[in-house]
């Protein structure tokens, strides 16, 4: 008797790719890193953070200016009466901008030597206050002179409550 032996072929095929199943937990584990990332390096708190700066050193700016006019002017601040015995540069925090509420810096000055255009090509605006239609209206920044000379301007800040800066 012959005993025949059949060996079944089985069809092993190959699957290319990944199971759906695969592919969802690494979209999870990407997702989950997304979010950490994001809350690490708080993209808002950064930008924040990069506009309190501009706003310190725009003020800066702005305290050079009248600075080197008063220097250039036997000391004295820039105003805009117009009257050169006197000066009506504000002694109390006042807006700058061309408002009426406002002291209207870029204007301040001996005629023909006004602060804008001879020593700033224009008056810096704060990035986030500034009216959208007249930024130069309202600028966001205040300035005046205290009692004992010292210049003082500042802004509202957004990471900090108040940036100044006093010379």
């Known amino acids: 008797m012959k005993i025949n032996f059949q060996i079944p072929i089985v069809n ?7 199971t759906i199943l695969e592919l969802l937990i690494v979209m999870a584990i990407i997702g989950i890193l997304a979010s950490v990332i994001v809350f690490a390096i708080n993209p808002g708190r950064q930008l924040a953070k990069a506009r309190d700066t501009e706003r310190q050193s725009e003020i800066t700016a ?10 250039e002017h036997n000391g004295d601040l820039p105003d805009t009466d117009g009257d050169p015995d006197t000066n009506n540069f504000p002694t109390s925090a006042a807006c ?9 810096l870029a204007g301040a000055g001996e005629t023909g030597e006004t ?3 001879e020593y700033m ?10 009216d959208e239609t007249n930024p130069q209206s309202d600028t966001g920044y205040s300035i005046y002179v205290d009692a004992n000379g010292h210049l003082h301007a500042s ?3 957004e990471v900090t409550a108040s940036i100044s800066v006093a010379r």
């Open 12 to 18: 092993y095929q190959f699957r290319k790719g990944f």
């Open 62 to 71: 702005l305290l050079s200016a009248v600075m080197q006019y008063a220097s």
């Open 96 to 104: 700058i901008g061309t408002d009426l509420a406002c002291f209207d």
């Open 115 to 117: 602060i804008v255009p």
């Open 121 to 130: 090509v224009e008056l810096p605006t704060d990035p986030k206050f500034a």
């Open 155 to 157: 802004a509202v800040g």
